[in-house]
């Protein structure tokens, strides 16, 4: 049937290559960003959170511009593929200057530099979310590409989460022993991917896609509960193994749970063009945006609040884990940064859209369709709910491991007591909200192809 295509492995692969990119750029903000300011630039942990909040506020503002602007707008080089390119050559830029310390202390220079590359992350991120849905109606296509995309992406917070920190003590002035606990640690919340994305869709066909979603956010909630507990006992690291045990677990949860919900997303843009005839997928997918945004927006003003909160003090650097030389932090994002940019170009050469919008129905396209399709559209509310929860429990973790790993004892109490709730009881909470909101999600797998079938059959007899 028309729009129903299958896609070679490579097409799959190339679409994968960029959630990849992303990750490598935007996942060593996400973990490495928050710590280099504090540790690092000189910025106080309440100034830092106050800046992360400001900037997912102008993000609600622009997003909306954004979704609106690529569904009304069909550049030369791709609908959606276009701005792989167009938009990723200056985030590359941002992103490195963003780790560097020539204005070290310049609150200034930190906002400039930090808001221009989350507005250019979502000019790449709103238009390669549309791009999922624009290859294939094919829901069984959908669920390989996504897993395909998310084992990649992961591949990607792999490579920042373990292996920034021997990058940086690489790069760093002799720093003596490679930080490989922290390292392991941080590794660990990727690594499940290797393992249980790739399963994601047999898992889904045993057990069902809610019952899959309750089945990890519980596995995610027990390994937290576990690391707690654990370093609660003692040092972390005299009992680093069942930290690592504790944090597979929790990763695993975490990774396909929240992995697997960009799968939805087509499945609300479908959803959207069944009940109003226009496929407005950038559209839907800058209200995506907004909502994951403003989950990193709780996500990244609470580490700095609690770390403010507790009495947080940088660990001098001879008893810090990771280096304090701001010239390996610079190269480091420098190779990363680089590598990402390549990662976009190979994504480009590799998509190319299929289902999108007739050009009288772009035309019509306005920002307040964006809150129209949010009102009417129950699906895409709940999605989008998921979503707040889910990231906002990401960029809190996230943030936090760093802090957790680098030598959390030398912390007065209510400092190590603050981090410990960033790592696992405010995450834990999190997720139990997450699984109330997903148990309100109606679309089945079996009305989603009946969807998709209407609608191809309504085109077909236009």
Same mark, same amino acid.
């Given at each position: 049937?028309?729009?129903?295509?299958?896609?070679?492995?490579?097409?799959?692969?190339?679409?994968?290559?960029?959630?990849?990119?992303? /990750?490598?750029?935007?996942?060593?903000? &996400?973990?490495?960003?928050?710590?280099?300011?504090?540790?690092?630039?000189?910025?106080?942990?309440?100034?830092?959170?106050?800046?992360?909040?400001?900037?997912?506020?102008?993000?609600?503002?622009?997003?909306?511009?954004?979704?609106?602007?690529?569904?009304?707008?069909?550049?030369?080089?791709?609908?959606?593929?276009?701005?792989?390119?167009?938009?990723?050559?200056?985030?590359?830029?941002?992103?490195?200057? &963003?780790?560097?310390? =020539?204005?070290?202390?310049?609150?200034?220079?930190?906002?400039?530099?930090?808001?221009?590359?989350?507005?250019?992350?979502?000019?790449? /991120?709103?238009?390669?979310?549309?791009?999922?849905?624009?290859?294939?109606?094919?829901?069984?296509?959908?669920?390989?590409?996504?897993?395909?995309?998310?084992?990649?992406?992961? &591949? =990607?917070?792999?490579?920042?989460? @373990?292996?920034?920190?021997?990058?940086? @003590?690489?790069? @760093?002035?002799?720093?003596?022993?490679?930080?490989?606990?922290?390292?392991?640690?941080?590794?660990?919340?990727?690594?499940?991917? $290797?393992?249980?994305?790739?399963?994601?869709? #047999?898992?889904?066909?045993?057990?069902?896609?809610?019952?899959?979603?309750?089945?990890?956010?519980?596995? #995610?909630?027990?390994?937290?509960?576990?690391?707690?507990?654990?370093?609660?006992?003692?040092?972390?690291?005299?009992?680093?193994?069942?930290?690592?045990?504790?944090?597979?677990?929790?990763?695993? =949860?975490?990774?396909? #749970?929240?992995?697997?919900?960009?799968?939805?997303?087509?499945?609300?843009?479908? $959803?959207?063009?069944?009940?109003? =005839?226009?496929?407005? @997928?950038?559209?839907?997918?800058?209200?995506?945006?907004?909502?994951?945004?403003?989950?990193?927006?709780?996500?990244?003003?609470?580490?700095?609040?609690?770390?403010?909160?507790?009495?947080?003090?940088?660990?001098?650097?001879?008893?810090?884990?990771?280096?304090?030389?701001?010239?390996?932090?610079?190269?480091?994002?420098?190779?990363?940064?680089?590598?990402?940019?390549?990662?976009?170009?190979?994504?480009?050469?590799?998509?190319?859209?299929?289902?999108?919008?007739?050009?009288?129905?772009?035309?019509?396209?306005?920002?307040?369709?964006?809150?129209?399709?949010?009102?009417?559209?129950?699906?895409?509310?709940?999605? #989008?709910?998921?979503?707040?929860?889910?990231?906002?429990?990401?960029?809190?973790?996230?943030?936090?491991?760093?802090?957790?790993?680098?030598?959390?004892?030398?912390?007065?109490?209510?400092?190590?007591?603050?981090?410990?709730?960033?790592? &696992?009881?405010?995450?834990?909470?999190?997720?139990?909200?997450?699984?109330?909101?997903?148990?309100?999600?109606?679309?089945?797998?079996?009305?989603?192809?009946?969807? /998709?079938?209407?609608?191809?059959?309504?085109?077909?007899?236009?």
């Amino acid at each position: 049937m028309e729009g129903f295509y299958k896609l070679s492995w490579l097409q799959r692969l190339g679409f994968g290559a960029g959630d990849l990119a992303q /990750n490598l750029i935007y996942q060593t903000i &996400c973990m490495y960003l928050l710590f280099f300011y504090t540790d690092i630039y000189g910025l106080d942990a309440g100034s830092a959170a106050t800046m992360f909040l400001v900037v997912r506020l102008i993000d609600v503002l622009w997003d909306p511009l954004v979704g609106t602007y690529v569904d009304k707008h069909n550049p030369r080089w791709g609908k959606y593929r276009s701005y792989l390119v167009l938009a990723g050559l200056p985030l590359t830029g941002l992103a490195i200057l &963003c780790f560097w310390n =020539g204005f070290s202390g310049s609150l200034l220079y930190a906002y400039v530099t930090y808001v221009g590359l989350s507005m250019l992350y979502t000019l790449i /991120n709103v238009p390669y979310g549309a791009l999922n849905s624009s290859l294939t109606r094919d829901t069984d296509e959908i669920t390989i590409l996504t897993s395909v995309r998310m084992f990649m992406a992961n &591949c =990607g917070g792999l490579a920042v989460s @373990a292996g920034v920190p021997i990058l940086v @003590a690489m790069l @760093a002035a002799p720093q003596g022993e490679l930080p490989i606990e922290l390292a392991l640690f941080m590794g660990l919340g990727s690594l499940p991917s $290797f393992i249980f994305m790739p399963l994601v869709p #047999a898992i889904k066909r045993k057990v069902g896609k809610k019952n899959m979603f309750y089945i990890f956010l519980t596995v #995610a909630i027990v390994g937290m509960a576990m690391l707690y507990i654990i370093s609660k006992s003692g040092p972390v690291e005299e009992n680093i193994t069942l930290v690592y045990v504790a944090q597979f677990i929790k990763s695993t =949860g975490v990774i396909v #749970a929240t992995g697997y919900m960009w799968a939805l997303i087509p499945e609300v843009i479908s $959803f959207a063009e069944y009940t109003t =005839g226009r496929r407005i @997928a950038g559209i839907v997918n800058a209200l995506t945006g907004i909502f994951y945004k403003a989950g990193m927006a709780l996500g990244g003003v609470v580490p700095g609040a609690i770390l403010a909160y507790t009495g947080y003090q940088p660990a001098a650097a001879g008893a810090s884990t990771l280096p304090k030389d701001s010239s390996a932090w610079f190269y480091a994002m420098l190779i990363y940064a680089v590598i990402g940019m390549a990662l976009l170009i190979f994504c480009f050469s590799q998509t190319k859209e299929r289902v999108v919008m007739d050009e009288a129905a772009t035309k019509d396209v306005k920002i307040s369709d964006l809150w129209m399709e949010f009102f009417h559209n129950r699906p895409l509310r709940i999605v #989008a709910l998921f979503f707040i929860t889910a990231f906002a429990m990401m960029s809190v973790g996230n943030a936090a491991g760093a802090y957790f790993m680098n030598n959390l004892e030398a912390q007065t109490p209510l400092a190590q007591e603050g981090i410990r709730w960033l790592v &696992c009881v405010i995450p834990a909470a999190m997720l139990l909200l997450a699984m109330y909101i997903i148990s309100k999600y109606e679309l089945t797998d079996e009305r989603i192809d009946e969807i /998709n079938r209407e609608i191809t059959n309504k085109q077909q007899k236009k």
